[in-house]
């Protein structure tokens, strides 16, 4: 009966993929969009570059523990509002500059929500109900973020309980380790909430580290998303660099602290040095990753196998420290990030 | 003999005893003080509880190291088993969760806290990262353990001191024991009993029969004058307040040997780094 159910695909075709401008490109102005990946896990980074590149405006996110990629969009004056229930840096870097600066100077609405509630508002879309209910948020302001909730009396019992509205997100973006040409994709390690996006998105779009036969893919375990739910999947190594996509690749914290003190700098700092060189003009992947540091970063950040010793260098601050050298190099202020 | 632990070490350990055996215990991210007081209580004296690791969602995991971000595969090393994100908060709402750990830019006397915002929602002064699942966690969940690394609120050059314990939070993002407007959780309607613990860089609180803050525990090296003048509300204060309890030698060395890279230590404020007690020498913990 709901607008939001109604809508809900069978994807069929047989071969569904495409590149990655492709990709983006069925992301649309004024999207509600559900990110995959979880804070500096997995986070679908080259499809949200190429959102930028695409000039995609006015999105409003939704997701629950995120950080660079909504922080990306929003430096990039991509996103309206923004349901995400934490974005930011965590211990390593902090608050997330660009965020932070568009939600206080009102060009992003703050329509933050919770882990749970998000939750139930995508299974409400997946079971075809209008709404769920909780237990929980009533006595805190969070439901002064989000006046579409309402309370009910229990017919049952007589408590009161708050209701939540089902989220059909319009796209939802992950990047997993596998997929297959059909659109099977199978994520390793933590999913964080990307089944619930996937069975909850009107457009789910994938890109994966490697397409490979399906057969394979069952080798490997299965599917964890099965391919009706995908309506396009692009083979995009690297594609959630500098966040983690094990066993590839570890988080490239290196990378990360060039980007915060770029974004830290400022609106126009964050464009000279960070959107501008690993954005706007590295469309070509060989071209990202040259700048990204080449080879030597592709070895460094897959280096976590070695020994637990080779994993624990990842997270030092020397690797801060020598880009650090570099970019003060250029011109950056010594210190800045501190 | 006599050995040291920090004062990082010393909260940890304060944290860790807020657990108790056997339960459920679930942290969040960035919050790597909790982290390691997980692993010190299922290491020392709770070795029941069920530790559900930050945002990888393992179930008892052996990490190989702390590392500065929460979603991470050195995190969930070992795990015997994995939930998924629904489970994980269906766990508190239907009462399985024990024990939750949250934390707050403004943390108030009935241990309501504040991570989503400074000034109001029409006016964002500041906008803080948010508060993951910790709203939904803290109405459903059977305890909560608060903590903050920012109780001390030096006074600026114009004499104004930005407290973290305050008299009213900007925005409350996770239930305390009373709603600001006095309402228990029970009239609100929850059935988790919140806070029952704040552990922070000046003292332990523990919580009176009327859900308020009460200060029970002092660090080696804080008073009781320390805390009363870095809370802008002017705390309850238990009849017998005594020195915290430190942690043994072995405990302090399982620590570093978790955190080799010092990563918890991103969270403490410059002045606390430098802080350290001297604890005696006992047999092995357990």
């Given at each position: 009966m709901t607008k939001a159910n109604a809508m809900l695909p069978v994807e069929t075709r047989a071969d569904k993929r495409v590149d990655l401008t492709t990709l983006a490109s069925m992301v649309k102005d004024g999207d509600t969009l559900a990110l995959g990946g979880g804070l500096t896990c997995r986070l679908p980074m080259a499809a949200v570059r190429a959102l930028v590149r695409a000039g995609v405006r006015n999105l409003r996110v939704v997701g629950s523990a995120h950080g660079l990629d909504v922080d990306l969009l929003c430096g990039a004056g991509a996103v309206r509002a923004s349901a995400e229930s934490y974005v930011g840096f965590e211990?390593?870097?902090?608050?997330a500059p660009n965020y932070r600066r568009a939600c206080e100077d009102g060009s992003v609405a703050v329509e933050d929500s919770c882990c749970y509630t998000m939750v139930q508002q995508l299974r409400a879309t997946t079971m075809g109900l209008p709404f769920m209910p909780v237990?929980?948020?009533?006595?805190?302001?969070i439901g002064r973020l989000n006046p579409s909730y309402k309370t009910m009396t229990c017919p049952f019992t007589g408590e009161e309980l708050t209701l939540v509205p089902a989220l059909a997100p319009d796209v939802a973006i992950l990047h997993a380790q596998y997929g297959d040409r059909h659109g099977n994709v199978r994520i390793e390690g933590p999913p964080v909430a990307d089944l619930l996006f996937a069975r909850a998105s009107r457009t789910v779009l994938v890109t994966v580290e490697r397409i490979v036969e399906n057969d394979e893919l069952m080798a490997k375990g299965?599917?964890?998303?099965?391919?009706?739910?995908?309506?396009a999947i692009a083979e995009v190594p690297l594609g959630a660099h500098p966040t983690a996509c094990y066993p590839d690749y570890a988080y490239d914290r290196a990378h990360i602290a060039r980007y915060y003190d770029a974004a830290k700098a400022g609106p126009e700092a964050f464009h000279e040095r960070y959107l501008a060189p690993f954005v706007f003009h590295a469309a070509d992947p060989q071209t990202y990753l040259e700048r990204a540091g080449g080879d030597a970063t592709l070895a460094r950040i897959a280096?976590?196998?070695?020994?637990p010793e080779a994993w624990q260098r990842l997270y030092q601050d020397q690797d801060h420290g020598a880009l650090e050298v570099t970019a003060t190099a250029a011109g950056e202020p010594a210190g800045a990030r501190a | 003999m006599t050995a040291e632990c920090t004062m990082g070490e010393a909260m940890i350990y304060a944290l860790a005893r807020t657990i108790e055996d056997g339960a459920l215990v679930f942290h969040g991210y960035g919050s790597p003080l909790v982290q390691i007081a997980m692993h010190v209580a299922k290491r020392s004296h709770a070795p029941n509880m069920v530790l559900v690791e930050g945002?990888?969602?393992?179930?008892?995991p052996t990490p190989l190291f702390i590392t500065p971000?929460?979603?991470?595969r050195a995190l969930d090393r070992g795990a015997e088993a994995t939930l998924e994100i629904g489970e994980l908060f269906d766990l508190a709402a239907n009462g399985r969760m024990g024990r939750m750990f949250l934390s707050g830019i403004q943390i108030d006397r009935y241990g309501n806290a504040n991570v989503t915002l400074l000034?109001?929602?029409?006016?964002?002064g500041v906008k803080l990262p948010g508060g993951g699942g910790g709203c939904n966690l803290s109405c459903d969940v059977r305890n909560v353990t608060l903590w903050t690394t920012g109780h001390r609120a030096p006074p600026d050059a114009k004499g104004r001191r930005r407290y973290r314990?305050?008299?009213?939070?900007?925005?409350?993002?996770s239930l305390g024991?009373?709603?600001?407007?006095?309402?228990?959780r029970a009239a609100i309607g929850h059935r988790g009993g919140g806070p029952d613990r704040l552990v922070t860089d000046l003292c332990v609180f523990d919580v009176d029969e009327n859900g308020e803050l009460r200060v029970r525990e002092l660090y080696p090296d804080t008073t009781l004058d320390d805390v009363m003048e870095n809370t802008e509300f002017a705390p309850h204060v238990a009849a017998d307040v005594r020195t915290m309890p430190l942690p043994c030698p072995e405990i302090v060395a399982f620590i570093r040997a978790l955190d080799p890279l010092g990563?918890?230590?991103?969270?403490?404020?410059e002045p606390d780094l430098t802080r350290s007690y001297a604890v005696p020498e006992t047999a092995a913990a357990r």
């Open positions: 211990v390593d870097f902090g608050m237990r929980s948020i009533r006595g805190t302001d299965g599917p964890n998303v099965p391919y009706f739910y995908v309506t280096s976590w196998s070695e020994s | 945002a990888t969602y393992g179930v008892n971000v929460t979603n991470d000034g109001d929602e029409s006016k964002v314990l305050v008299n009213r939070c900007d925005f409350v993002t024991n009373r709603a600001p407007d006095g309402r228990t990563i918890h230590r991103k969270e403490l404020r």
